[in-house]
């Protein structure tokens, strides 16, 4: 993967991580989660993190 491509990539990430706080309705990460049981409220945070992640190990794989 180039540098641009990477640079793209980070981007998309980015713009994730904007739209999944400008979507959120909690304050703090831990109010995500139910404090009964370490499981996600109505929050979907967890959800884009695991779009995150996904991405995340397209650009580590790039790099091995």
């Known amino acids: 993967m ?3 491509e990477k640079e793209k ?4 990430m980015q ?9 959120c309705c909690y304050v703090d990460d831990l109010d995500c ?3 009964d049981t370490d499981q996600p409220n ?6 884009y993190d695991e779009i ?4 995340e190990n397209i650009k580590t ?3 091995e």
């Open 33 to 35: 989660l139910s404090t």
């Open 61 to 63: 794989e790039s790099e």
């Open 15 to 23: 713009d994730i991580r904007d739209f999944r706080d400008d979507v």
């Open 42 to 47: 109505d929050c979907t945070c967890y959800k």
């Open 9 to 12: 990539l980070e981007n998309i």
């Open 52 to 55: 995150l992640d996904k991405f």
């Open 2 to 4: 180039t540098n641009k």
